[in-house]
């Protein structure tokens, strides 16, 4: 997706008056609009809904005159911005570097941090367009961060969907519904439509290609509900029919194709409608189907569409797949040709299975390229993924550097104060929890609570802070060796009071939970460990109990909490679903596993199996040493 298009009434009257002398053009705007700030807006909306950039080149150059008379620092950011957008949507690398540079210079020399943010994501666009897609994700997550801090939402909605757009291009679809959900919270009342529906868009490719079918189509009709022309409703029907054709509900892609055939839309468009709903008609064996097909192939020919002839070659192969063996063989051929024009190695992939099948003459050569491109495609989107981790994990780092930065500072000023605060704040934290139970049984949870914070903190703190102290005491603190070893001491006595805060902090149980939840499980995510979370948002959280809730979130967090501390896992999968009124969550993970006597040692985990219990619920441990351990729970919404 690129940059909404904003049409201003006035865009044919601007393209009009550029055509005239720069006299009378200026005589026209001095006679009519005293404003050089308006004027520039009206040129600049025109020279963004112009899709040509040729024409639309000169339109900047006009906007940039009369900001340049208004003295507006903002229009012009944002005309070179536009500008420079444009010109890598059309590929011109060398302007657009240009531009960029000329950009970049501008933002850091205005020490602005949204210009500066947005610099970075004109960096990242460029990137793309040159095919470097590991840099462009670390430009996009610096982007994001800026924009965070100037709570640009617009911006920041953007920035994820280029972040969701490269998760797409290396098949990584669940951190693509990651970015793209990210994107969602963004949104409000006067949040632009043409950004609801991509990430409606994306939300329904991202469920599609997890096989959350459900989910997907629930995407694509919200996206659909949004477009107001025809061909829109086309394109969000058509996307809607690919689900059905998904599932094998042939008949309902068929239902909701149909009335399409005959509108006046776009070429392409109708070509894909064709394609599909002839591929439909073929799965019932209803006639019909190939005469669609083959219409939507010389369609796509004429239009030299070659993603188009991939996939309508590959329809066609698959049809006489069972009728006709050289016909299949040559479609699947052409499948392939346009697959290798556009360098397509999936498209590949697929042709070459089909005439692997059906040449088996060649059938060994053809298996021989299968592998290799089946392989060096895993490896680079591998590689791909680890990269945007490290993207990822950075990004979460630096945040993280700067909060220990200005909670250094507090510490700096006054050195044992934020540790008594801390001490006092859980002394009181512990005692209101105690003191506000008037159950039997609350009573007897606080009490379990303290004795587990209480001995937490004696182990973990007192010893430390001990030492801390003493070394403060007994050590030349002008020195700058002893004051930057008492600091650190510090700074570790400071992590660990923050991380039992944490632990044990009141947990939201309103519309934020899923995101709560999602974001506890995502914190114990590394270069090292990879933590997957499928289905939470298919769970009606808002149906659910308060103290399930709670329940809910404090197993998980142990459960993560001895994974991070014991299993030496690499990979934890965490899944949700929805069965029968009846939440199931699955936990696996490839750890070391743990053996029942080990499970009977740890007083955490046998905790959880009490707390599912209470709830109405049951709790299977599945410890596999040393492959790994399961763990799975259900309760009753």
Not at 325 to 340: D, F, G, M, P
């Amino acid at each position: 997706m690129i940059l909404k298009k904003f049409y201003s009434p006035f865009a044919i009257l601007a393209i009009l008056i550029c055509c005239i002398s720069c006299s009378k053009e200026s005589h026209f705007f001095t006679s009519t609009n005293n404003s050089y700030a308006d004027s520039a807006s009206i040129y600049l909306d025109s020279a963004y809904a112009d899709s040509q950039i040729k024409t639309a080149l000169p339109l900047y150059t006009i906007a940039k005159k009369y900001a340049q008379k208004a003295n507006d620092k903002n229009i012009l950011f944002d005309i070179l911005f536009k500008k420079t957008n444009a010109l890598i949507d059309s590929s011109d690398s060398i302007a657009a570097k240009q531009n960029l540079e000329l950009y970049i210079h501008m933002a850091d020399s205005s020490s602005e941090l949204r210009y500066v943010s947005k610099g970075k994501l004109l960096s990242g666009n460029f990137d793309v367009m040159i095919g470097d897609l590991k840099k462009a994700s670390k430009e996009y997550y610096d982007a994001k961060l800026g924009f965070e801090k100037v709570e640009d939402h617009e911006m920041l909605i953007y920035t994820l969907l280029k972040i969701a757009n490269i998760h797409y291009f290396y098949n990584d679809f669940i951190e693509m519904e990651d970015a793209s959900t990210e994107a969602l919270k963004y949104t409000n009342s006067k949040t632009e439509i043409s950004y609801l529906k991509s990430i409606y868009n994306y939300l329904g490719i991202s469920y599609k290609k997890i096989y959350d079918y459900k989910i997907a189509k629930d995407y694509y009709k919200k996206n659909r509900q949004l477009s107001e022309d025809t061909i829109n409703k086309a394109i969000a029907d058509n996307n809607i029919a690919t689900v059905y054709i998904a599932e094998k509900k042939y008949d309902s892609a068929e239902i909701i194709l149909a009335p399409h055939l005959q509108e006046k839309i776009k070429l392409s468009t109708i070509a894909k409608i064709k394609d599909n709903y002839g591929y439909a008609l073929y799965k019932q064996e209803k006639k019909g189907g190939l005469e669609q097909m083959l219409e939507a192939l010389k369609i796509r020919q004429q239009d030299d569409d070659q993603n188009g002839l991939i996939a309508g070659n590959f329809h066609l192969a698959e049809y006489y797949e069972k009728s006709d063996r050289i016909l299949a063989l040559q479609y699947a051929l052409q499948s392939y040709q346009a697959a290798q024009r556009i360098k397509s190695v999936d498209g590949k992939i697929e042709a070459l299975d089909i005439m692997i099948h059906n040449n088996p003459e060649n059938a060994y050569t053809y298996h021989i390229e299968y592998a290799h491109l089946n392989d060096s495609i895993k490896g680079v989107r591998q590689k791909a993924k680890n990269a945007f981790a490290k993207a990822k994990y950075d990004f979460q780092k630096e945040k993280i550097e700067k909060e220990r930065q200005e909670k250094m500072f507090l510490i700096t000023v006054s050195i044992a104060g934020p540790l008594i605060v801390s001490i006092i704040l859980l002394s009181l934290f512990l005692s209101y929890r105690k003191n506000t139970k008037h159950k039997q049984e609350k009573i007897h949870e606080s009490y379990k609570t303290e004795t587990r914070l209480s001995k937490k903190v004696h182990d973990e703190l007192a010893n430390d802070l001990f030492n801390v102290m003493n070394f403060a005491s007994n050590q030349d603190l002008a020195v700058d060796e002893k004051k930057e070893t008492l600091l650190q001491n510090l700074e570790n006595v400071y992590k660990r009071t923050r991380n039992i805060s944490r632990e044990n902090s009141t947990i939201d149980t309103g519309e934020a939970f899923a995101a709560n939840l999602k974001s506890m499980i995502s914190e114990y995510n590394t270069p090292e460990r990879n933590v997957l979370i499928n289905g939470i948002d298919s769970i009606p959280w808002n149906e659910i109990e308060e103290n399930k809730k709670i329940i809910t979130f404090r197993v998980l967090q142990e459960l993560m909490v001895n994974m991070k501390k014991y299993s030496q896992a690499t990979l934890t999968v965490i899944g949700f679903k929805n069965i029968d009124k009846k939440i199931q969550v699955n936990y696996s993970d490839n750890g070391v596993g743990m053996d029942a006597d080990a499970l009977s040692r740890k007083n955490g985990l046998r905790n959880v199996e009490n707390r599912i219990e209470s709830i109405g619920g049951t709790f299977t441990f599945d410890p596999v040493p040393p492959k790994g351990l399961k763990v799975s729970f259900v309760y009753p919404i």
